[in-house]
C-alpha cells in the first residue's frame, strides 16, 4: 500500500489539506445561509 515514495505522502498531505480547507469553507458558507435564512423567516 505504501508505494510510491516520499513525493506521493506529501502530495496525500496536500490534498487532505486541501479538503479540509474546501469543508470548513462549505461550512462556514452553510451557516450563513441558515443565519440568514432565521433572521430573515423569524
Known amino acids: 500500500?505504501?508505494?510510491g515514495g516520499p513525493r506521493q505522502q506529501e502530495?496525500?498531505?496536500a490534498n487532505v489539506r486541501l479538503g479540509i480547507i474546501?469543508?470548513?469553507?462549505?461550512?462556514i458558507f452553510a451557516?450563513?445561509?441558515m443565519a440568514r435564512m432565521w433572521l430573515i423567516g423569524g
Open 1 to 3: 500500500m505504501m508505494a
Open 22 to 27: 474546501l469543508a470548513s469553507v462549505a461550512i
Open 11 to 13: 502530495q496525500r498531505k
Open 31 to 33: 451557516l450563513g445561509f
